[in-house]
Structure formats: structure tokens, C-alpha cells
Antibody, heavy 114, light 105 residues
Framework: QVQLKESGPGLVQPSQTLSLTCTVS????????VHWVRQPPGKGLEWVGA???????DYNSALKSRLSISRDTSKSQVFLKMNSLQTEDTAIYFC????????WGQGVMVTVSS | IQLTQSPSLLSASVGDRVTLSCKGS??????LAWYQQKLGEAPKLLIY???SLQTGIPSRFSGSGSGTDYTLTISSLHSEDLATYYC????????FGSGTKLEIK
């Protein structure tokens, strides 16, 4: 069945780079897009960015200068890298599938703090 | 496209018919989805393309709308429907509404 699972460090220092991995199963990355969505504690959902089935990417305009999304189709993994982290980047980060976000991972909590 | 959800907080009783609203700043062309998020869980897709019910979602949930105005309706509220509901447009860019928190009286 379709599954997505996020992994990465729970704590990142301010100004450092966040690296997250989304490992998927039950579907192909060359046939489906994968999106990243984040949710600060107690707040709403924010679309972060996506990598489309053809390998092109789109990013939230507010994060674009700090963000990179890539993939390794042989390993069924999608990667998020965000640099110059600030405390406002503290959030649960989810990966999710397809244009209408039909399947979601459980999310990974990332805290930006010294 | 910006999405405005209303109300931000809704209190209703079990058995009530509940209607949540989502308005876009531009035409969304029916590329509108609804999600339910319970405390401590990932969001769950309820409705996509305005009115298509995701597999496994109870039929008491339905969606409607066109242009800039969309609605999620719960025909008869169940206690397990306690959650925050988000709309999401994927027509022009990708954006979420700010959410409606549904409380059970």
C-alpha cells in the first residue's frame, strides 16, 4: 500500500541547514509528485514545495531562496534541504503525495534552537 | 491565490448539519480539496476536485462550489468529527486556507 515516511534531525541550530528525507513505498516517483507541507506548533498548514513526476520543482515563494527539493528514484526517496534556518522554521514537516495530497506521512518535528 | 475559511471556530451538536466555507481570491476552477486534521495526527484527505469523495471517507461528508466559493458539508455531525478542517487549492500555485476548528457542543 501507499506509504510515506519522513526522517531527519529533530533539532537544528539557527543559521544551519535542515536536511529531511521522505521515503516512499507503494508508488513510483516517476508517476507521482511529492510535496512538503509544514505546520508550526498550534498553527495551520503551509505548502513548502514539490517535486513533480518529471523531476521539476516548485517552491513556496517565501521560502524559495533557502529551499531545495530533489529525489533519488532508485531509492524511492525525496529530499528537502533548507538553509539559514530561523526559529520561525520550527514546525512539523510532512511529505505527501500528488496534486491533491492524497496520502501523508506521519510528519517529523523539527525544532530550531541553540 | 489566497483562501479564506469561515468560520474560524464552529461549535455544533451531534446530529447537526454543518457547513464550512472556503473563498478564493481568484477563480479556483474546482481544483479545491478538503482535509480533516485531528489533534496530533497528519491531515486526511476528505474531498478532492470540489466534490469527489476520497475512498473510505463516510458519505456524510460532501463538497460543492464553483468559481471562488466552495463548501464542505457534514450532513449529520458525529462526535468523531471533532477536528480542524482545511481547504486547499491546486489550480494556481498551491495554498491552504487558515482552517476551521470544529467543536462538539
Amino acid at each position: 500500500q501507499v506509504q510515506l515516511k519522513e526522517s531527519g534531525p529533530g533539532l537544528v541550530q539557527p543559521s544551519q541547514t535542515l536536511s529531511l528525507t521522505c521515503t516512499v513505498s507503494g508508488f513510483s516517483l516517476t508517476s507521482n509528485s511529492v510535496h512538503w507541507v509544514r505546520q508550526p506548533p498550534g498553527k495551520g498548514l503551509e505548502w513548502v514545495g514539490a517535486i513533480w513526476s518529471g523531476g521539476s520543482t516548485d517552491y513556496n515563494s517565501a521560502l524559495k531562496s533557502r529551499l531545495s527539493i530533489s529525489r533519488d528514484t532508485s531509492k524511492s526517496q525525496v529530499f528537502l534541504k533548507m538553509n539559514s534556518l530561523q526559529t520561525e522554521d520550527t514546525a512539523i514537516y510532512f511529505c505527501t503525495r500528488s496534486g491533491h495530497l492524497d496520502y501523508w506521512g506521519q510528519g517529523v518535528m523539527v525544532t530550531v534552537s541553540s | 491565490i489566497q483562501l479564506t475559511q469561515s468560520p474560524s471556530l464552529l461549535s455544533a451538536s451531534v446530529g447537526d448539519r454543518v457547513t464550512l466555507s472556503c473563498k478564493g481570491s481568484q477563480n479556483i476552477n474546482n481544483y479545491l480539496a478538503w482535509y480533516q486534521q485531528k489533534l496530533g495526527e497528519a491531515p486526511k484527505l476528505l474531498i478532492y476536485k470540489t466534490n469527489s469523495l476520497q475512498t473510505g471517507i463516510p458519505s456524510r461528508f460532501s463538497g460543492s462550489g464553483s468559481g471562488t466559493d466552495y463548501t464542505l458539508t457534514i450532513s449529520s455531525l458525529h462526535s468523531e468529527d471533532l477536528a480542524t478542517y482545511y481547504c486547499y487549492q491546486y489550480n494556481n500555485g498551491l495554498t491552504f486556507g487558515s482552517g476551521t476548528k470544529l467543536e462538539i457542543k
